[in-house]
């Protein structure tokens, strides 16, 4: 952003409603803004003693896939901006930490970090497709919510059922010809499921 139409004169201020293509790191691990896709900003610049302060809103698409259930997400943020950036040589400049403050550079502010930063720090780290999404089956990996509301899984028993059948096979054969009189050989896995 070149500041030399802004000047520095206290008390100046300049409107900025810019639309730009958002580049390829605006993104944390389950949500970003798409490479490319429209970065609205509307900003005010005021020039203040220290420096120039930068208000306004950013507006952002963002894609990504929800925590609990994988689905995708779709949103659209709006961010509030307010930000000084401090002239060089400025007393705010002079008593901050280098990475307190940012700074005005000759005649040109970087809109762009800004930018990246109050997106990036907005994105969430669990996003979720609804806020009360139940996230997936834990045993058959279907969303919950696409599901009917008494969907559930004998768990236990079909677990017993299958040590059943591997060890019920077995041992039946033992078994049928010392516990049980009859037919030995047909009734293990009828009887045992
Ligand atoms: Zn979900
Ligand atoms: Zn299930």
Redesign the pocket.
């Known amino acids: 952003m070149d500041l030399r139409e802004l000047g520095r004169r206290a008390g100046s201020m300049q409107e900025l409603d810019r639309t730009a293509p958002a580049p390829e790191d605006w993104r944390v691990e389950l949500i970003g803004v798409p490479a490319g896709a429209d970065v609205h900003l509307r900003l005010r610049l005021e020039s203040v003693m220290e420096g120039v302060l930068v208000s306004g809103d950013i507006g952002v698409p963002v894609t990504g896939s929800c925590a609990r259930c994988l689905e995708p997400v779709e949103d659209t943020l709006s961010l509030a901006i307010q930000e000084l950036y401090a002239y060089e040589g400025s007393t705010t400049e002079a008593t901050s930490e280098e990475d307190e403050v940012r700074r005005i550079e000759g005649d040109h502010l970087d809109l762009g970090s800004l930018a990246r930063d109050t997106v990036v720090l907005a994105l969430p780290l669990a996003p979720v497709c609804t806020d009360d999404c139940a996230g997936l ?6 969303r ?1 919510d696409d ?1 009917p509301a008494d ?3 004998e768990v236990v028993d079909a677990r017993w059922a299958a040590l059943a059948a591997k060890f019920g096979t077995d041992a039946s054969g033992a078994d049928a010809s010392t516990s049980s009189p009859g037919t030995p050989g047909e009734r293990p896995t009828t009887e045992e499921n």
């Open positions: 089956c834990v045993d058959c990996g279907q919950l599901l969907h559930a899984h």
